[in-house]
């Protein structure tokens, strides 16, 4: 379709004025809200870095690093776990295939509150696993999940797992397969393809679920929510309390800053190339 | 007399200012008449037949359809049926509904749109399968319906773009012959592109060789084949063996040629040509199938040079012989013989009539005085133009 | 026998002595078939969980449930504070599709547009201005797609402090306008898978055939790519129905979604089975939504 340039610019106008408005302007705001502080008059005009140096020190720098280390553990699992996974939903056919494509976007798309009511029930005290392990006396007392790091990445895993799977998927499905008979016509053994062919054709699909995985696991806010009720603090939910209790509103901001800084720098250093490559 | 169908008048394009991709191309298709444009990919052909359908506009030039300047007319407004390359039938719409889209366009009203989709299916065959989605037709029916959507509103011109390359070489060969006939049928001026001189010589009433978006050549297929302007014609047309030689005495359009043992008389210079000089390079076109071998020593009439066979491969209906000639290899096209063996002596005789001479392209040696480096000049500037 | 022998000897390849150490086609289907199964029921878990425990007939959580009964989601539906929600909910995560899907579908026509040529004059007269057009055009996309990688929660903050400067506050709108931003990267990303399904050979053959602009629009190319439009539409609609974040934040009086009602109940009595039949009409819903998007999308996929 070849269309005239007014028109275009008509045509694209709508996402335009909805982006300037509601993505760009709100982040403008907050990053411009993040270098004044608040004293008791209110917030200060005066321009400040102060609300950084606060919250890459301290109480703010633990829970950032303990929301990049449970993501990275998250990540690693994805990947671990989801490329077998991927191998065989790349090549299923058919109802096979529709199922699998329903048992992946169920959970990426059912509200992180009924996932994590879900785990609630699954990981508690006198929960499903805690009462099945007891039973066949395996341990003696209730493991605790819940209020844990582990119950986080559990449910964060279950959540984030699809992520991972659906662009490896994307760059398997991409490999010829007369290039895995090649590689067995020259000798080679299913081993040796495998980390030869198919482990650095599907690298792009790799880095983008890794990237994925981590950018989501970082920014999730309900899930250590609800599954480990604050108990462990990681950083969105530092950045909603001062929001919504304490009303420091520009460190809240500045921490919203540093969580966008710690999730798109890898993503700009990694993803860009595999989550373009498809698109350009 | 009337106009003629689609007048093409010294059309010229720039891709980006400077870079021309076509140059002041003229030719004409009169009523009922087929134009095949033949050129190696990137030539410019698909571009000038865009041009005719309106999807492009010319930086300078006519396009005429029926003696009306449409040049800058939208190609909606234009009267034109275009086959494209991968057909693009509208794949959520039937065969019928396809065919009757152009008449829609047009406002005819429901009933005569009807009666025309019907008939403009009967003549592909195809009125069986009117409420058919493409998608479940053949590659070859699929062809047909194309062919109709395209002439079902009565254009006054239809341009077909290489829409033979998706099907294999034998379904290639009998829907070429069929849309021949059904172009016969509706007399419709016909302009085809394609990149096979096989199936430009078989369609074609007349061809028009474009190369590096220049006109090479117009005219019927034999004058093309048989006398060539344009090196670049002669040996894109078919086979052909440049023999090189020096010029030795010129009379009008003809020449006398030494060549590796012996002298060509009579030699065809093409009327494009700046006529050459005793003493200058140049090389003779023979075709194959013209040339004759004899046992050495044997040859009688025309000019007869000494070669060597060096290679003989049996094709069934002939024999195709690579000969040395001096420093150059020639192929003959030799009908119901047997093969030689590899370093037999020959005559080779060629044609009394029929030897046309290009001149020699780029001279090994860039030191030979002015003309060289005016050579080299137009061949950089027609790398950059292809190059875009 | 000479050294010649024994060279080719070595050339040769070795010959496996040894059993094979693969496994036998049999087991490893076996394996596969059980790892698959192993990571669905991960996958699934708490959903399947939910819906269980929502069907008990006891008047506490209980897994295995004993006995199968509606009467939770009677009780749900009892309470006007869940039933008002999740009319919010539904009506909001329509709204905020419709306005997606349309938005997106016109912003991935108008970058499609460009992607295969420009006006036609373009080509000849305004080259310059092509390249500049192509170059913003995947800026714009990329801003486009730009929320999805964004965390949720600074979009979530960012809006609520902008909305409260500009005096939005305690509106359904701030809701839906935020809700928006989130699906509006799904939303372009299947308006322009759906457009992929459209041929730019059928839009020239449709001029050439007598067709006008609009008419290869309506006629060629929204035909071809409803299924995008469906698609992007039934995305967003999941994706915003399911959001909690952007909800939780900014929410006001009378504008709370479904997942936020759970969310506050789950703080006074997290197992009481009437919140489980509430989480488990919202994964149905999911469900439905998710089953008709992705039968969509396949037989749209197939066509093409």
């Known amino acids: ?280 | 007399m009337a106009p003629p169908a689609v007048e093409i008048d010294t059309v010229a394009m720039d891709y980006v200012a400077g870079t021309r991709i076509l140059h002041d191309i003229s030719l004409s298709v009169e009523h009922g008449e087929r134009v095949c444009l033949l050129g190696p990919s990137g030539s410019g052909k698909t571009t000038l037949l865009q041009l005719v359908a309106g999807f492009l506009q010319p930086t300078s030039g006519t396009i005429r359809i029926a003696g009306v300047d449409q040049t800058h007319v939208r190609p909606n407004r234009r009267n034109i049926g275009v086959v494209f390359q991968a057909l693009a039938l509208f794949p959520h719409m039937s065969v019928a509904a396809n065919v009757e889209y152009g008449l829609k366009a047009r406002r005819v009203d429901k009933d005569t749109r009807r009666k025309m989709v019907h008939e403009a299916l009967e003549m592909v065959g195809l009125a069986d399968f009117a409420s058919r989605l493409p998608r479940h037709l053949s590659g070859g029916q699929q062809q047909r319906v194309a062919f109709a959507r395209a002439i079902a509103f009565r254009p006054e011109a239809l341009l077909l773009d290489e829409p033979f390359s998706s099907l294999d070489t034998s379904l290639r060969k009998s829907i070429r012959a069929e849309l021949a006939r059904l172009q016969e049928e509706v007399q419709v001026p016909t302009v085809l592109v394609t990149h096979d001189q096989q199936e430009a010589l078989s369609f074609g009433h007349k061809l028009a060789v474009i190369s590096h978006g220049r006109l090479e050549q117009f005219g019927t297929p034999e004058e093309l084949y048989e006398a060539p302007k344009t090196r670049f014609t002669a040996e894109f047309l078919g086979a052909a063996n440049l023999v090189p030689g020096t010029v030795t005495r010129t009379a009008g359009d003809l020449a006398d040629i030494a060549l590796p043992g012996g002298v060509a008389t009579g030699v065809t210079i093409p009327e494009t040509q700046a006529p050459p000089r005793a003493g200058d390079p140049v090389d003779i076109l023979v075709r194959p199938e013209h040339l004759r071998l004899a046992p050495k020593g044997t040859g009688t009439g025309g000019c007869i040079l000494p070669g060597t066979i060096t290679r003989s491969t049996y094709l069934g209906e002939s024999v195709e012989a690579e000969v040395r000639l001096g420093e150059t290899h020639i192929v003959a096209k030799l009908p119901g013989t047997q093969p030689a063996a590899a370093g037999t002596q020959v005559d080779v005789i060629l044609p009394d009539r029929g030897l046309r001479l290009f001149p020699v392209e780029a001279p090994p040696m860039p030191s030979t005085g002015a003309t060289a480096s005016l050579d080299a000049a137009t061949e950089n500037g027609l790398d950059s133009e292809v190059g875009v | 026998m000479s050294a010649l022998t024994t060279l080719a000897d070595r050339m040769q390849p070795r010959r496996r002595t040894a059993k094979q150490p693969a496994l036998l086609p049999l087991p490893r289907t076996i394996a596969k078939i059980a790892y698959m199964t192993l990571i669905s029921a991960f996958l699934l878990a708490p959903i399947v969980v939910v819906l269980a425990a929502s069907l008990t007939e006891r008047a506490y959580l209980t897994f295995p449930p004993h006995g199968v009964s509606l009467k939770w989601y009677r009780d749900a539906f009892a309470q006007q504070d869940f039933v008002d929600s999740l009319k919010f909910s539904v009506w909001t995560a329509a709204v905020v599709a419709t306005l997606a899907a349309l938005i997106a579908y016109l912003l991935a026509l108008a970058l499609g547009s460009t992607s295969i040529l420009g006006h036609r004059r373009a080509l000849t007269r305004l080259v310059t201005w092509l390249r500049v057009g192509t170059l913003s055009a995947r800026t714009i996309r990329l801003t486009a797609i730009m929320p999805m990688m964004l965390p949720v929660i600074v979009l979530a903050v960012a809006l609520l402090q902008f909305f409260a400067r500009i005096g939005i506050v305690s509106s359904p709108l701030s809701i839906i306008f935020g809700q928006l931003v989130m699906c509006l990267p799904f939303a372009v990303l299947m308006a322009e898978i759906g457009l992929g399904h459209v041929d730019p050979s059928t839009c020239l053959a449709a001029e050439s055939l007598g067709a006008s602009k609009l008419r290869v629009l309506r006629t060629i190319v929204v035909p071809a790519s409803s299924s995008g439009l469906a698609v992007a539409w039934a995305f967003s609609f999941v994706v915003a129905f399911g959001d909690s974040t952007v909800a939780l934040l900014l929410q006001g009086p009378g504008q709370i979604t479904a997942p936020i009602d759970i969310f506050n109940v789950l703080y006074f009595n997290p197992f009481a089975p009437t919140v489980a039949a509430m989480a488990g009409l919202l994964a149905v819903i999911t469900f439905a939504c998710l089953t008709v998007g992705i039968a969509v999308l396949e037989r749209g996929g197939r066509r093409a």
């Open chain 1, 1 to 280: 379709m070849r269309l005239h340039p007014v028109a275009r610019i008509a045509l694209g106008l709508p996402a335009l004025a909805a982006l300037a408005v509601l993505f760009v302007a709100p982040m403008v705001n907050i990053l411009l809200q993040s270098l004044h502080v608040n004293t008791i008059a209110g917030t200060s005009s005066a321009w400040t870095v102060h609300n950084y140096s606060e919250g890459i020190s301290g109480f703010y720098r633990s829970s950032m690093l303990r929301s990049i280390w449970i993501s990275l553990v998250v990540t690693l699992i994805a990947i671990l776990i989801g490329f077998p996974f991927a191998h065989t939903y790349a090549k299923a056919k058919g109802p096979g295939r529709f199922v699998l494509t329903l048992i992946l976007f169920l959970p990426l798309l059912t509200t992180s509150i009924v996932t994590s009511y879900g785990w609630l029930i699954v990981l508690g005290r006198s929960g499903m696993v805690n009462t099945a392990l007891q039973h066949i006396g395996i341990i003696s007392k209730p493991i605790n999940f819940l209020y844990s790091p582990l119950g986080d990445i559990i449910a964060l895993e279950e959540w984030i797992l699809p992520f991972a799977i659906l662009p490896i998927t994307g760059s398997l499905a991409g490999i010829s397969p007369d290039i895995y008979k090649a590689a067995h016509s020259l000798g080679s053994g299913s081993i040796r393809t495998f980390l030869s062919m198919t482990v650095p054709l599907s690298r792009a699909g790799i880095i983008g679920g890794a990237v994925a995985a981590y950018a989501l696991s970082m920014s999730s806010y309900t899930t250590p929510r609800l599954v480990s009720g604050g108990a462990v603090q990681v950083l969105p939910i530092a950045i909603y309390n001062q929001f919504v209790n304490v009303l420091n509103l520009p460190l809240g901001s500045a921490l919203s800053i540093l969580l966008l800084v710690v999730v798109l720098v890898p993503v700009a250093l990694l993803g860009r190339r595999s989550m373009l490559a498809g698109r350009a």
